[in-house]
């Protein structure tokens, strides 16, 4: 989301004019699940500068090509604006990355290390059912196929 919002922020600055909200929130949302896959990992200032980064290319080249009113807007400050979002955006990422893994960190230290499982003393009892055999039941029931007994 912080990377969708300093890019329309960086758009709007750059050229004064706000990107289609659609276009953004379907972009959002699809930087959004390609990047999902990395939360399971640390992510260093490095790891986040390349991923912030490719999302502020991304998001810039869908903008630019979603619209045609860039022509006239300085390629300077444009650049200059996404960067400067990349920068707050991997300051503010880096931070909270530090501070989440720092307090994980702190408070794996006061749990007890790892839980072992209980010793075996004896078998597993598990109870078994026996099977008893199917007997086959025959009734005495009119049967309904076949052509009607008597016929008219």
Known sequence: ???GALAVLAHSSADGHMPDA???????ALLTWAVSGLARYELTPAR???IVGGGQLAMHLMLE?????YDHVSVERMTAAHVVATAVVVGVLALAERTVL???RALASLLPR???PFMATAPLAVP????VP??????????????PAEQA
Not at 65 to 69: Q, V
Not at 138 to 144: G, I, K, N, R, Y
């Open 48 to 50: 986040l500068l390349l």
């Open 134 to 147: 199917a007997v086959p039941v025959v009734l005495d029931v009119l049967s309904w196929r076949g052509p």
């Open 128 to 131: 078994v059912h026996r099977h």
């Open 102 to 104: 720092g307090l994980a």
């Open 114 to 116: 790892k839980l072992t």
């Open 65 to 69: 090509l979603a619209s045609s009113r």
């Open 22 to 28: 659609g276009l953004v929130f379907s972009l959002v």
């Open 1 to 3: 989301m912080t990377t």
